[in-house]
Structures are given as structure tokens and as C-alpha cells.
């Protein structure tokens, strides 16, 4: 097996974590090189959020038209301004709109959209054209070019997402910092370290870069613990996944661990059938959360570094279909939050219902790589040209 098929398919299954930490260390940038001091927490929203039915056109008869049973009123909704309204569902966020904390980027998409659930998260995930198939994603190579540690960028969650995985570098999947460090610590891994890790004749044969990837987990399983043991949010969370997700990510944060991009997700968003109730609780999982989320980094004075981007790999169509619900679509809107946002409330025009594609879908006017582009070059401090294989404008939301 060549080496960097080994890389991409060896793991190290610990009971909640999955990783592949750090095997070669010689990149054209240094770790220096990125500003440390700012976070990014990446929320998908999977399954395709119904976009229309989260920030909704109150004021467009074409939205009532197409939408019939599943349409919200103008006076259900939380009203944003005289046209546009939040789901009801949104209001725990309504302060942060209200506040400027927030920035709602519409018909947010990609040339030639692939409708498939799989094939557009891995597009997201490797910011990759829509034709173009990539091994890494935009997060892992991130890692790749700063040189970074796995525990750079950490995944809330049992395994890892493409979105994590570089070509020489992966991030880190983590539940339980404590059972991800106590499991790294029993007798077995402590036998392979003894025994294996002077071994010079193992350099160059795979076993040699599997033993170099478990003294890398190791070393930071050991980190992650030792800075979050004594970290504990006082915080009152969701009683939910998601909510015990962001809680540990602000026990990181607060930890002063040097993690730089968290990530995050909230599932069940295909709403095929009766979609108004299901959509409508897991806003409101969403919603809840994040709220507890932003004003656990307030009282910890973490939130004025903190980028939070909550996007979905689709919107949905346009016009319902025959179950109440609606089907897989294209352009959406996405949220980024956080506390010095140039342009807050609406960055763009709303969707045209009125010039939809064959498909009777929404036409793209932002390429999501150039939200990518945005916070690797304003906000991380590195040449979004590095990390996203080619370069992309940026926009002016920070």
C-alpha cells in the first residue's frame, strides 16, 4: 500500500475519537505565520435547511404562491425589517440580530449544483469545484500549510469529517477530552511507545508512520487534557447533542487551548414531509444553543475572537412538494456570527423568485469559497489561495 493511502486509511479508534495526527512536518509556512488569537466554529445544518422558511420574504406574494401549506405568516414571524422575518424558532437570536452580532449572507452557492446529500457536503467540506473530486478538505489542508498540530482544528463528534482531513495532516474527533486522554493511556498504547518508538528500522515502512501517529495522539490527548481538566461552563445549555456539543467547545475555548477551527453539527434537516414541526424544533435546538453558546464566550471574554458560521450543503426548492415538505435545492443563506462584523443584518439582496433556474431552483449570486476565502485571509491571516487551491475575492462581512 502506498504511504499516503495508508495515511488516509489508517485510524485510531478509541471509543468516541477518531484520528490521524500529525505525520510529516516540513511545509512552505509556519505555525507563526496564523493569528492564534481567532476562532472559527463551523455549524453545518445537515440534511439542506429550508432557507426561505428560516429567513423568510413576508413581503413576496411569489413565496405564498409556491409555498401553500407550508408558507409562515407575516405575523409568525420575528420581523427583521419591513420585509424580511426569522422563523419563530429563531427568537433566542433575535438579540444578537438585534445587536449587529449577526450577518445573514444570502444565495450562497456554487456553479452547476450537485443535489446529492453526500456529493454536495464533501463539495463544501474540500471546497472543491462541483466536477472536481479532492481527498482533503479545506480545513485539513489549512493544517497542512501552517505546519499545525492535529489539535488546531477539533471535530465534536465520534469520527471525522472529510472537512478535517489534509493531505499530510488530519485534525483531531473528539467527544470526552478525559476518556480521549485516559484511553491513550492504558497499558497497550504504553507497551507500542516502549517498545516501538526508538525503533529506526521502522521509519520507513508503514507501521513506522502508524506508531508515529499514536505517539502524536499521545502527546495531544495529553495537551487537550491538562488545559481542559479543571474547565467546567456554568453556563445552562440544551439538554440535547447539540447543545452538549457547543458546551464543550466553549470549555475549549475558555480552556485557552490553541485550537483555531471547531466543528460542529446539527442533523435532520431533510424535510421531504411535514416539514413546518420538524423544521421548527430543530431551529429551535439550533437557536437555543447557540444563544447559551455566545453568552458562554461573553462572560469568558472569548466572544470578541470567535467567528461562528453555521451554513447547510443545499437549500431547498422553492416551490413545496405533495408531503408538506420540500425537496433538494441550491442556493441558501448562511449565518456568520460574532462581535466586530463590518456589515451586519442582511449582507446581500434576498433571493429572486422570480428568476429561478430550469430546475425551479435558487440561482447562486455568492460562491460559498469566497466565505472560505474571506476568513482564511481576514480572520486566520492566511492566503486563502493556499488552502483553497486557487484564489477567491473576498467579501466585506469582516
Do not use: C
Not at 517498545?195 to 505517539?215: A, C, P, Q, R, V
Not at 445549555?237 to 453539527?265: R, V
Not at 433556474?357 to 476568513?375: M, P
Amino acid at each position: 500500500m502506498k504511504r499516503r493511502n495508508f495515511i488516509k486509511r489508517t485510524s485510531l479508534a478509541t471509543g468516541g475519537a477518531f484520528l490521524v495526527p500529525q505525520f510529516l512536518k516540513a511545509f512552505e509556512t509556519t505555525l507563526s505565520q496564523v493569528n492564534s488569537y481567532k476562532k472559527v466554529v463551523i455549524i453545518q445544518l445537515k440534511g439542506g435547511n429550508d432557507g426561505l422558511n428560516t429567513v423568510v420574504p413576508f413581503r413576496n406574494d411569489l413565496y405564498y404562491q409556491n409555498r401553500g401549506n407550508i408558507a409562515l405568516q407575516k405575523n409568525q414571524l420575528l420581523q427583521l425589517n419591513g420585509e424580511i422575518g426569522f422563523h419563530p424558532s429563531l427568537a433566542p437570536l433575535q438579540s444578537l440580530f438585534d445587536d449587529g452580532h449577526i450577518s445573514i449572507i444570502n444565495n450562497v452557492g456554487y456553479p452547476n449544483p450537485n443535489r446529492s446529500h453526500f456529493r454536495s457536503t464533501d463539495i463544501w467540506q474540500t471546497a472543491s469545484d462541483s466536477n472536481e473530486y479532492l481527498q482533503s478538505g479545506w480545513v485539513g489542508r489549512f493544517l497542512d500549510v501552517t505546519n499545525s498540530k492535529p489539535y488546531r482544528a477539533i471535530e465534536v463528534d465520534e469520527s471525522l469529517s472529510l472537512l478535517l482531513k489534509g493531505n499530510h495532516q488530519n485534525g483531531l474527533a473528539i467527544t470526552n477530552p478525559k476518556l480521549f486522554h485516559r484511553l491513550l493511556n492504558q497499558p497497550f498504547f504504553d507497551n507500542v511507545f516502549n517498545n516501538y518508538t526508538n525503533d529506526k528500522h521502522l521509519s520507513e515502512h508503514n507501521l513506522g508512520y502508524l506508531y508515529n501517529t499514536m505517539i502524536d495522539a499521545k502527546s495531544s490527548a495529553s495537551y487537550i487534557y491538562e488545559k481542559t481538566k479543571t474547565q467546567s461552563s456554568s453556563v445552562d445549555y440544551p439538554k440535547n447533542a447539540f447543545g452538549k456539543q457547543l458546551k464543550t467547545i466553549a470549555e475549549f475555548i475558555s480552556s485557552g487551548i490553541d485550537t483555531q477551527i471547531y466543528y460542529a453539527g446539527l442533523t435532520g434537516f431533510d424535510t421531504h414531509a411535514n416539514q413546518k414541526n420538524r423544521q421548527a424544533r430543530l431551529l429551535k435546538v439550533y437557536a437555543e444553543s447557540i444563544d447559551a453558546f455566545v453568552k458562554d464566550l461573553k462572560r469568558n471574554n472569548t466572544f470578541d475572537d470567535t467567528l461562528i458560521l453555521t451554513f447547510s450543503e443545499f437549500g431547498r426548492r422553492v416551490k413545496q412538494n405533495g408531503s408538506n415538505g420540500t425537496d433538494h435545492g441550491t442556493a441558501n443563506n448562511v449565518f456568520v456570527i460574532g462581535k466586530n462584523l463590518k456589515k451586519n443584518g442582511m449582507y446581500n439582496n434576498l433571493p429572486n423568485l422570480d428568476d429561478l433556474d430550469d430546475n425551479g431552483d435558487l440561482k447562486y449570486t455568492v460562491d460559498f469559497r469566497e466565505v472560505y476565502a474571506t476568513i482564511l485571509d481576514k480572520w486566520l491571516s492566511i492566503d486563502n489561495a493556499k488552502v483553497l487551491n486557487k484564489n477567491f475575492s473576498n467579501l466585506d462581512f469582516i
